[in-house]
């Protein structure tokens, strides 16, 4: 495999496989190894879902709820009426309405007021389409309930109960808001924590500390792509 990825010349950080406790495959560059903190970009928006989740077990959320009740300050009669529609769950499937401005470019730096800014090109739920804005503002929205950082509110709750997150943390976007569909910062021995923890359906040591039922829905496929 390693001959495979130089021979295509694809340059990687790190790569584990592992069966079990067994880690059978392990490679890096020479400038990382499975220790080594660096950016983990979109599987970020895995543990936004995560989060999302806890609020779920919680009851402080349902899954049916509107994105825009929790965002009141962003809505006017300008929002999009369809965007209004759009739930939680929705979201998180990435089965939403809209194609979000490149915030880069953008003159609005607060990505959720720039979220609810935008116009349906399709229905909700009418099919998947990957979009990073969504995951960013159910990051926004963890972090308005639970009056913590998303990372503080997860590490609270699951990430200090597995290996190697003492280390991690979240990049912040301009807004002060946490980075929630790209900033996770961590090693990849981590990542595998964080894998065997969903495969182990939310328990750490015979302790549940996300429903199954939860995590079920949130490994389902969905929509189909177009």
Partial sequence: LRDKLDNHNLRIHTLMIAKGDNIF????????????????????????????????????????????????????????????????????????????????????NDRVKLYFKQKHNRQCMEYFKYDSAGSMVLSALVEKITKKDLFTFLYERILKHLKYFDDAYMLKTPSGRTWGDSGLMCSTIAILALGRFTLDKGKVNHKQLLSQEYLSKATKKYLPTP
């Fill in 25 to 108: 495959f392990n490679i890096n560059n020479g400038l990382y190894n499975e220790y080594s903190i660096h950016r983990m970009y979109s599987t970020t928006k895995s543990l936004v879902s995560l989060a999302i989740g806890l609020l779920y077990d919680d009851k402080k959320i349902k899954l049916t709820d509107r994105l825009s009740k929790y965002f009141p300050e962003y809505i006017d009669k300008h929002t999009d009426k369809v965007l209004l529609k759009q739930t939680i769950e929705d979201t998180l499937k990435m089965g939403t309405c809209v194609n979000c401005e490149y915030w880069f470019t953008s003159p609005i």
